[in-house]
Structure formats: structure tokens, C-alpha cells
Nanobody
Framework: QLQLVESGGGLVQPGGSLRLSCGASGFALDSYTIGWFRQAPGKEREGVSCISASGGNTNYADSVKGRFTISRDNAKNTVYLQMNSLKPEDTAVYYC????????????????????????WGQGTQVTVSS
């Protein structure tokens, strides 16, 4: 069965750091563009970052650019999101997702990822930034 599992969330002080992991089973992550999304209470799910199958194309939402870094370790079938200089407005449930097949990374990772281009989602991990 296809499965994506996020981990690494938690409670952190403003200015702190967390690293989220997205582990895959049932398929090879290195064949797909992977996106990170987040959803804060009362708001729609928004794209945060994405990385192409090769790792050669990455993009970020303007709100996290310079603070977050996406990477992948294909040997571990895992994608990471390193989050530094965290702000209260980063508080959300964070999800990883697999891009639809048949779409180029130029579409699925053109900028901040569009959730309409992703068809398989993990369960989410909570990130809370608060003093």
C-alpha cells in the first residue's frame, strides 16, 4: 500500500528550529516531485515548498524563503523540511504530498506548490511556535 508519514513536529519557541521528515512506503520517492503544505486553523491548505524527483528543482513560498530548506535522501526514501527562525505564523499542521503522475516538475514545482497538482497525502504533523 502507498503511504506517506510525516514526523518531527512539536512545540518550539519563536526563533527555534525543527526538521520535519516525510517517509514513504509502497513506492519510490525518487520517482516523484514531493511537496510540503501547511494548514493553519481557519485557513486553507497552502503550499510551502517542493522538490523534484532528481532534487534539481526546489521552490519555496515567499513567506518561508531563506528560513526553510527542502531536501531528499533517496536511499532512505525520505524528504526533509528544515525549518529555522520559526515564527508564530508558521504554526500549522504540515503535510507532505506526492505529485500527480504525468506532470512535469515545471508544473508541479513551478513555484510554491499548488495542492491541485498533488494526489496522495500524508496524515500531517503539528508544528506550534509559541512562547
Amino acid at each position: 500500500q502507498l503511504q506517506l508519514v510525516e514526523s518531527g513536529g512539536g512545540l518550539v519557541q519563536p526563533g527555534g528550529s525543527l526538521r520535519l521528515s516525510c517517509g514513504a512506503s509502497g513506492f519510490a520517492l525518487d520517482s516523484y516531485t514531493i511537496g510540503w503544505f501547511r494548514q493553519a486553523p481557519g485557513k486553507e491548505r497552502e503550499g510551502v515548498s517542493c522538490i523534484s524527483a532528481s532534487g534539481g528543482n526546489t521552490n519555496y513560498a515567499d513567506s518561508v524563503k531563506g528560513r526553510f530548506t527542502i531536501s531528499r535522501d533517496n536511499a532512505k526514501n525520505t524528504v526533509y523540511l528544515q525549518m529555522n527562525s520559526l515564527k508564530p505564523e508558521d504554526t500549522a499542521v504540515y503535510y507532505c504530498a506526492r505529485a500527480r503522475t504525468g506532470l512535469r516538475s515545471a508544473v508541479t514545482c513551478r513555484g510554491a506548490p499548488d495542492r491541485d497538482h498533488y494526489d496522495y497525502w500524508g496524515q500531517g504533523t503539528q508544528v506550534t511556535v509559541s512562547s
